[in-house]
């Protein structure tokens, strides 16, 4: 059966004086581009711990605070993956992580590099529409 595989996307921060910035990272596993980190939540996990697993395997750093929003969403994978039989996209909620270290160390089997960007940078950025919707309702929620 073709189903869909349930994962976090993570908005990530940091703050710089009166500066937010974004962590975008450019992704090299699956497809080419600009993302936040995401990822699926494994068996028995709840949302909140996969957010802190997959911010420690993206980026080596563990949040300050974590914040969940109501923002779902779905999407269907560009390609087949060889990795994912059976999956044919992911569904997904939304938080946002403040960190305090900008030293990011990425898991080189998924990304190239990472830039830490301010809001107009970094929505011009990222890749995907879904990505950039979400951006703005968490940087509209921490500048409010």
Same mark, same amino acid.
């Given at each position: 059966?073709?189903?869909?595989?349930?994962?976090?996307?993570?908005?990530?921060?940091?703050?710089?004086?009166?500066?937010?910035?974004?962590?975008?990272? /450019? *992704?090299? &596993?699956?497809?080419?581009?600009?993302? +936040? !980190?995401?990822?699926? =939540?494994?068996? %028995? #996990?709840?949302?909140?711990?996969?957010? /802190? *697993?997959? &911010?420690?395997?993206?980026?080596?750093? +563990? !949040?300050?605070?974590? =914040?969940?929003? %109501? #923002?779902?969403?779905?999407?269907?994978?560009?390609?087949? &993956?060889?990795?994912?039989?059976?999956?044919?996209?992911?569904?997904?909620?939304?938080?946002?992580?403040?960190?305090?270290?900008?030293?990011?160390?990425?898991?080189?089997?998924?990304?190239?590099?990472?830039?830490?960007?301010?809001?107009?940078?970094?929505?011009?950025?990222?890749?995907?529409?879904?990505?950039?919707?979400?951006?703005?309702?968490?940087?509209?929620?921490?500048?409010?």
């Amino acid at each position: 059966m073709r189903k869909y595989r349930k994962a976090v996307f993570i908005a990530v921060y940091r703050k710089e004086g009166k500066k937010i910035l974004y962590l975008i990272l /450019k *992704r090299k &596993l699956h497809w080419k581009g600009w993302e +936040f !980190p995401k990822g699926g =939540i494994e068996n %028995k #996990e709840t949302e909140t711990s996969a957010v /802190k *697993r997959e &911010l420690k395997e993206e980026t080596h750093q +563990f !949040p300050i605070k974590i =914040i969940k929003f %109501k #923002e779902k969403g779905k999407y269907r994978y560009p390609k087949f &993956l060889d990795d994912r039989p059976n999956i044919i996209g992911q569904t997904y909620r939304l938080f946002s992580a403040q960190i305090k270290d900008k030293k990011i160390k990425i898991d080189k089997k998924e990304h190239l590099a990472y830039k830490w960007l301010e809001f107009k940078k970094a929505i011009k950025i990222l890749t995907w529409p879904n990505q950039k919707k979400c951006l703005r309702i968490v940087n509209r929620h921490i500048n409010h």
